[in-house]
């Protein structure tokens, strides 16, 4: 089974934008949904954002809704986090995350997540 990779993570300053990418290969088609997880140091790992990969529901994080934008590509086996006004607080390790593999469900729930990436860093300062 080919990982699911994240790219496009760096540091900017708050305020700033940045474009997480996920390659899927081999799990869009599997998957119910997609998603990107995040975890600061000394945190636990939170949900921020899932897609469906059939009906193009979407979902976000309160703390991000407004500001970062999920999307996907499936001829490409891309998904995509657009990340707009970036805060100090949104620093963290992101994670790309495929879920409800089989199943029919729309969007997934918190212990459907299957398979996951390694991870990219997102550094913002103030």
């Known amino acids: 089974q080919v990982p699911l990779v994240e790219s496009g993570g760096g540091s900017v300053q708050a305020g700033g934008s940045l474009r997480l990418s996920c390659h899927a290969s081999?799990?869009?088609?599997?998957?119910?949904?997609m998603g990107w997880f995040r975890q600061a140091p000394g945190k636990e790992r939170e949900e921020v954002a899932q897609?469906?990969?059939?009906?193009?529901?979407?979902y976000y994080a309160d703390s991000v809704k407004g500001r970062f934008t999920i999307s996907q590509d499936k001829a490409k086996n891309m998904v995509y986090f657009d990340m707009d006004s970036l805060k100090p607080e949104d620093t963290a390790m992101y994670y790309c995350?495929?879920?409800?593999?089989?199943?029919?469900?729309?969007?997934?729930?918190?212990?459907?997540?299957?398979?996951w990436g390694q991870g990219t860093q997102v550094t913002v300062s103030s």
């Open positions: 897609i469906s990969t059939r009906q193009w529901f979407t």
């Open positions: 081999g799990y869009m088609d599997r998957s119910a949904c």
């Open positions: 995350a495929a879920g409800g593999m089989g199943s029919s469900s729309s969007m997934c729930g918190p212990h459907q997540w299957n398979s």
